[in-house]
């Protein structure tokens, strides 16, 4: 377990493949009922192994696995060593019989007498063959030893889990890489906002510079209009290019309005249409407020310019009175 109390992936993949000796399995069923995050890990591991487990070829597991793999075999429950066969009850002084062969030769055969079997204490060392068999067990291949028997009988199943836990290693990784890109596309997301952000903030500033320096712009104030409720002290400045329809509105000492309201600047055109909307603002705590290159159509010839009170939202026409102007 690391230092943050959790599992590593390496308990919870031994786990999952019901590996771990049964009072350290309920030892982590418990942490695992009560930790989401080891349940979402194991989850995810017992997923990835259903995914990957039928279609990866094994390999060598890691090292921690394998380590804590044959730790866990050496606790295991030993067995004891194969029993030495006993000789049939019969006169063991006696000589034993001689089986008989004959070597091949152009002359008559002749009788081979084959070497009797060694007698180690007293007691026989048999070899077993099954008839029609040429299989034998040799004696120097019997397990010697407990641990030697253990691991004898552990063989074959060590062998599939081994093939388990690669796959379960492999999924593991596959998971990894596959998070990993994950969260990658979305950095690079992300990094792609912020570039084509800046681009706009970028060709804005380009065109407000271009605004302020051409030299066709025109220039207009905007002060209080007669009888509107407002105090005098209310200024704002328009510049405006009628052949590119870029406009810049600055204003100051501005009276604040009710959340439900909002001023709107209107351009009057000098032929005689509508007035047309070019954006809604409100002030700041200190009365200061703008509008920077509102929608509009190029090449308008403007009489005037207008402050309006409206809605909360704007309006597509002024509503009544005017409360700043400017020719």
Not at 9 to 14: G, H, R, V
Not at 171 to 180: F, R, S, V
Request: charged share 20%.
């Amino acid at each position: 377990m690391s230092s943050l109390a959790h599992y590593d992936q390496a308990d919870l993949a031994l786990f999952a493949l019901q590996l771990l000796p049964s009072a350290e399995s309920a030892s982590m069923t418990m942490h695992v009922s009560g930790c989401s995050y080891c349940r979402q890990e194991l989850a995810q591991l017992q997923g990835d192994l259903a995914s990957f487990a039928s279609i990866v070829e094994p390999h060598s597991p890691p090292s921690q696995v394998r380590d804590r793999l044959l730790n866990q075999v050496a606790r295991e429950k030993k067995l004891a060593p194969i029993e030495q066969l006993e000789p049939t009850p019969k006169d063991v002084s006696a000589p034993p019989e001689q089986p008989v062969r004959y070597e091949r030769s152009e002359r008559a055969p002749r009788p081979v007498t084959a070497p009797p079997p060694p007698a180690v204490g007293g007691r026989l060392h048999s070899r077993s063959a099954s008839l029609g068999s040429a299989r034998y067990l040799d004696e120097d291949k019997l397990p010697k030893t407990d641990e030697d028997a253990t691991v004898t009988r552990l063989l074959p199943r060590i062998a599939s889990w081994l093939g388990w836990i690669a796959a379960a290693g492999i999924a593991i990784t596959a998971g990894n890489l596959y998070h990993q890109r994950e969260s990658q596309k979305l950095r690079i997301a992300d990094q792609t906002n912020i570039i084509n952000r800046l681009r706009a903030d970028s060709e804005g500033a380009r065109q407000l510079l271009e605004t302020i320096t051409d030299p066709t712009a025109r220039q207009v104030t905007l002060t209080p209009s007669m009888g509107a409720p407002v105090s005098s002290g209310p200024q704002g400045r328009v510049i405006y290019v009628t052949s590119k329809g870029a406009l810049i509105f600055l204003g100051s000492s501005l009276e604040p309005v009710e959340t439900y309201k909002t001023y709107e600047l209107w351009l009057i055109p000098a032929d005689g249409r509508d007035p047309i909307p070019a954006g809604t603002f409100h002030p700041d705590p200190r009365g200061n407020a703008s509008v920077i290159l509102p929608p509009l159509p190029k090449g308008i010839q403007a009489k005037a310019f207008g402050i309006t009170l409206e809605d909360d939202g704007g309006s597509q026409t002024p509503t009544m009175p005017i409360v700043m102007a400017g020719n």
